[in-house]
């Protein structure tokens, strides 16, 4: 069934991606697109850039870019702004991150050597491995915020941006649930003018984006803007906002196996996964409270995929352990090993070993771009609260109360691709099949 078109309001003039954290995966973000548009290198894992998507009947033989299809940002309207703890400029934060080669950073060291951190609101409670001087001074919460919300508008101003987004990329905070002061807006504006130490630095980041009209994502599993307090806030002023926590390297494989040996119902009675990582991220997550935020995020995927209450005899008992190693001699390159422990007819136990040597931020450097070119589409597009058609990028989706989230990775490509054609007013892909048959 075809819908009539949404309006959405063209990408006109440039857009401003505004980036808490200037670490890894900030400047490899950052440096990829520079090199994409000097044409040294091409968008490799951005669904936005080179993926394409099937529109009507197999026979029509319509399969556009995804680029062309709805009208993202172009890659030379982006502009760059961060804050971060540490106050070298992308260059030098690119070059001890270590992801990507001396002599390519060299090719766009005049680029990346103009993007100068704004100092950060940090509070060392939040992440506790890390100190920096590049840091914001202020009598109090409020006043952090308006200071946030004073550098949005003059990063808007002197860059002459006509649209922003924001993605939290910084480090990940220690370990916060839910608590009262972040259920409703009133009680976190409350919260915030008692100085409480609830509202986490990353949540102050993201208020500001809200009031600004900023769309905000979280890259990391923090809570952040997965709170009632927030979402009343995005859509009271009419912002999208999605995350959290990129799905990159184990996690993106749990998510493309699992459903596979669901689908063919093999059972599963352990799954054990184990990463070495020595960059800062690995250093962060070295502290038991960050890990906990990670851990609770790697864990809920499993249990959403294989639905162990509808399928107890094949998934009822699965011991299900994740752990992540600080080993810095791998520096960014990550190194996963998942051992899952199977069972197929008659109970024969079988084993499946996967060793994946990854690289954290290249895996996630083409998310961030997809993430910030679909935000500003969403906003465009006048769309507010959760972005759960983005779920495809995230760990934890975020996702509307009473719902469980969606993680098979395929699902979530087909919603993704679903609401752009359902924006768009082209008939929605359901793979029934039936018109090809009398
Ligand atoms: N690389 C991946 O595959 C991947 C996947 C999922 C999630 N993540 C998350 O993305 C985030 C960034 O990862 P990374 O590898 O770039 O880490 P990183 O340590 O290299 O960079 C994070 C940066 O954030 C800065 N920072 C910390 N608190 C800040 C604050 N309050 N304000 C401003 N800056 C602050 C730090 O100084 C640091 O430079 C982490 O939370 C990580 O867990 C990464």
Redesign the pocket.
Known sequence: MRHPAIHVDPPKGRLGVLL???????TTFIAGVQAVRCGLAAPVGSLAQMGTIRLGKRTEQRTPRISEFVQLAALEDLEFGA????PEDAYE?AAT?GVLEPALLQKLREPLAAIRPMP???DRRY?KR?D?PNVKQGHDKRDLIEQLRTDIREFARTRRTDRLVMLW????EVYCSEAPAHHSLVAFERAIDANDPVIC??MMYAYAALKENVPFVN???NLTVDTRALLQLANEQHVPVAGK??K??QTLLKTIIAPGLKARLLGVSGWYSTNILG???GE??DDPESFRT?EVSKKGVLDHILQPQLYQQLYGDICHQVQINYYPPRGDNKEGWDNIDLFGWLNYPMQLKINFLCR??I??APLVLDLALFMDFAQRAHRSGIQEWLSFYF?SPMHAPGLYPEHDLFIQLKKLKNTLRYLRGEELVTHLGAEYYG
Request: hydrophobic fraction near 45%; charged fraction near 15%.
């Open positions: 808490v954290g200037l670490g890894a995966v900030s804050w971060d703890i540490f934060s991150a950060a609101v940090f992440v890390l920096g990329c910084g480090s990940t630095p990353s890259a990391a599993p926590d990129l990159t390297g960059n800062r991220d962060v997550l990670k954290d931020s895996l996630a760990k």
